[in-house]
């Protein structure tokens, strides 16, 4: 009898495994990613297509022992059966390939998993923050930084970012303001397509590049009072006409992901909203790939008080449309049973698994699982020089020169004693910027450092005061330094006995960020005060920011002669401004956002609507549209950035002066280089819809040029106005093109003068 049972055991066994060989074996043999989709989703349970679309953070020490109580064990036994789709932040080709082996050699159907990370502006070598990557108005290089973030993630086994984001906004007191393209739809609808076809290149199965993600979806950019995780309330017309655009061009770029916001929109949790991920972004615009949550977006909108417990959320989100729920076991612990209630349909369930397993296909993990886990490849792409040679030219092209009076810069490369006064001159980890999660800490070149490699100036350093005091981090508050000034006769004296001063001052990295919104943007701390101390010793002074939002330097930019925007620009920073003060480059960022006055003016920028009131009376009166204590103007112009040499615009001109619904109008623009150094210039060019169904911006970008030219020398620059160009999502809520009249703006910043009209009949 014993004998029997164990030969029946055996064949069991064997029936079993023969099993999961010809499930895996008919995962591998299908011929379309369609077909072998459906062949697995036939293969599944409904608690492992559940499991498909449940996302854990790397929850334990992937190398080391298995858990053994707790969450993380629980985690980890859903893991081995085949409960879990996805995990985040876990990296390194050793660490990527502990876990896929579990889920591809230890589950019942052996299905990939895809391994994401917060890939923002690079991996181990960074570029600089999105922000400031914005600030170069040249898409090309926006392109390729993202195409080397994702080579040099991809060769450390991950294969998903969660970028870009394409969040516009108009606050900058809101900390993820350095993650994002800046304040402009139309620019952050170009710079979203870049990011986009730089992680995922023209195969996502090749093994440099990786799936993007267009995050957040939608409207996080305007939370109230620039506070994190706040509520957003906006007009059908603001979030048509600016907020998703550029979600859109990212959608028509062909990115694989998408990831919900945390804000509720009009009351409706993002998470939850079906209009906009069901009805907009799966219906009319006919998305592919699969939305994510944000992490724990679900299960927090218990706390919103819109969902009363999980079974509610868990039903909310996916009724909407989320098809990966990240870290909050929401999906995993409560749709089958909803299923089984009637609850959820199990078509909803199918829908997205389909989309989840369609991304795991065009990545290449059904045929090679481990194909992103080659040590080889991990060791001699990441930190390579190559990839620092890339993200160096990203660095010196995001830098914005502010003002240059008495023409201080660039400087000259023998015979000067410069004092460099600053805690971030001398820092090696706020350049990094914030969203560095597997960059090494104080890794990035240091002002300093990047200056002494100019041999022929003598250089004294002094720290003068800390912008921070205790730890800094990505987790833990920052405490302000509010009195410390210990340093600064040190720093005073320093500067009175140098011909030049270049004062580093900004953020620290790590005051910027998410949860990092601040109610004050000036120089944080006793800065201030060191600037005022300094140029008083001495009139030559250099201010050079280092910050991740617009900064409110009304001070500064009235006294100090020659300001240098740098933003935190990442590994290469310190190398990419010397290189800048000294005019091996020639700076030629433009801001992609405006830099207030003060607080009181936020939210400002350019692309306003005009007021029943917008001039002030011939006779003085107060009654118009504007501040007592400062003008309505901002400190420094979208669009603004100066260069080391000058240009000119003149001779525009146009084809003709209307055009119906099948022509168009070609214009011309002639742009000259009028200085004594090559450079190159943004031309930018603007329309004003002068009357519409719904009150028009007094400016809206709708093109740019970025051109290189010697001294004296001209290029014609030309673009073209169609209906598609003036097509807005009009009073009729619906994109389309409304006859009338038009003015075009032609210039270097969003304030161009140079004009001409036209009109649409």
Request: charged share 25%; proline share 4%.
């Amino acid at each position: 009898m014993k004998t029997i049972k164990i030969i029946l055991i055996f064949l069991f066994a064997i029936t079993i495994m023969s099993c999961n060989i010809n499930r895996k074996k008919e995962i591998k043999t299908n011929k379309t990613i369609a077909q072998r989709v459906d062949s697995v989703l036939a293969l599944m349970t409904l608690k492992e297509k559940i499991g498909q679309m449940n996302q854990y953070n790397g929850f334990w020490n992937v190398t080391g022992p298995a858990p053994k109580n707790g969450d993380a064990d629980k985690k980890y036994k859903q893991l081995k059966a085949g409960l879990v789709g996805s995990m985040l932040n876990v990296s390194g080709v050793k660490n990527v390939k502990a876990v896929q082996k579990i889920a591809v050699e230890e589950t019942r159907l052996g299905i990939p998993l895809i391994i994401g990370l917060d890939v923002i502006h690079g991996f181990k070598t960074l570029s600089p923050i999105p922000l400031a990557e914005s600030a170069s108005w040249d898409m090309k290089a926006i392109k390729n930084s993202a195409h080397t973030a994702a080579t040099e993630a991809a060769a450390a086994g991950i294969n998903w970012t969660f970028a870009p984001m394409v969040d516009i906004t108009r606050d900058p007191r809101w900390g993820r303001v350095m993650e994002s393209a800046g304040e402009d739809p139309y620019l952050g609808s170009q710079i979203a397509i870049a990011r986009v076809k730089g992680f995922q290149g023209d195969d996502l199965s090749a093994v440099n590049t990786i799936a993007a993600c267009a995050k957040h979806f939608a409207g996080y950019g305007f939370v109230e009072a620039g506070r994190e995780y706040n509520r957003v309330d906006l007009s059908l017309s603001r979030l048509q006409n600016t907020v998703l655009p550029p979600f859109k061009a990212a959608n028509d770029a062909g990115v694989k992901t998408f990831m919900n916001a945390f804000n509720d929109l009009n009351g409706i949790p993002a998470t939850a909203n079906k209009n906009l991920l069901r009805d907009i972004l799966k219906g009319q615009w006919d998305f592919k790939g699969f939305v994510v949550s944000d992490w724990a977006s679900i299960t927090q909108m218990i706390k919103h008080g819109y969902a009363k417990n999980n079974e509610l959320a868990t039903q909310y989100a996916i009724k909407a449309g989320v098809d990966m729920d990240m870290e909050s076991s929401d999906y995993v612990n409560h749709l089958e049973k909803l299923v089984k209630q009637d609850k959820v349909s199990v078509n909803l369930i199918d829908d997205a698994v389909k989309r989840i397993l369609t991304i795991k296909f065009e990545l290449g993990l059904f045929d090679n699982p481990y194909k992103y886990c080659d040590e080889k490849r991990e060791k001699t792409i990441v930190k390579s020089s190559k990839i620092n040679k890339a993200v160096l030219d990203m660095a010196k092209k995001s830098i914005v020169l502010l003002k240059n009076e008495k023409k201080l810069l660039p400087l000259k490369k023998k015979g000067l004693k410069i004092a460099v006064i600053g805690a971030l001159a001398n820092n090696k980890d706020s350049p990094l910027g914030s969203w560095r999660l597997s960059a090494d800490a104080n890794s990035a070149v240091s002002v300093i450092e990047g200056l002494k490699k100019y041999k022929g100036n003598k250089i004294n350093y002094a720290k003068g005061a800390n912008v921070t005091v205790g730890r800094a981090d990505f987790i833990h508050e920052l405490k302000i330094n509010n009195t410390d000034k210990s340093e600064f006769n040190k720093a005073i004296q320093t500067a009175k006995n140098a011909d030049i001063v270049l004062i580093v001052l900004g953020e620290n990295a790590f005051e910027t960020g998410e949860g990092r919104s601040r109610t004050s943007i000036g120089l944080p701390g006793v800065q201030q005060d060191l600037l005022e101390k300094i140029y008083k010793a001495n009139k030559n002074t250099v201010l050079i920011l280092m910050n991740g939002r617009p900064l409110t330097i009304n001070w500064a930019a009235k006294n100090i002669p020659a300001i240098l925007e740098t933003w935190q620009l990442g590994t290469q920073a310190g190398n990419a401004i010397a290189q800048v003060v000294y005019g091996d480059y020639n700076p030629s960022g433009k801001l992609p956002i405006t830099f207030p006055k003060n607080v009181g003016q936020i939210p400002i920028y350019y692309n306003h609507l005009n007021t029943g009131r917008p001039d002030k009376p011939d006779d003085n009166q107060v009654w118009w549209s504007h501040y007592s204590d400062v003008s309505n103007a901002p400190l420094y112009p979208f669009g603004y950035g100066l260069s080391y040499t000058t240009f000119s615009y003149s001779n525009l001109r146009k084809s003709n002066e209307s055009f119906n619904e099948n022509g168009k109008i070609n214009f011309k623009i002639d742009v000259k280089n009028t200085g004594t150094r090559e450079g190159e210039e943004v031309v930018q060019w603007y329309l004003h819809d002068l009357f519409g169904s719904l009150v028009r911006p007094v400016r809206e970008l709708k093109g740019f040029n970025k051109i290189s030219l010697k001294p004296n020398e001209t290029k014609t620059i030309s673009f073209t106005v169609d209906k598609k160009t003036i097509s807005y999502f009009t009073a009729n809520k619906k994109w389309e093109a409304e006859s009338g009249d038009f003015k075009l703006f032609v210039g270097g910043n969003s304030n161009a003068k140079l004009s001409t009209d036209f009109s649409y009949k």
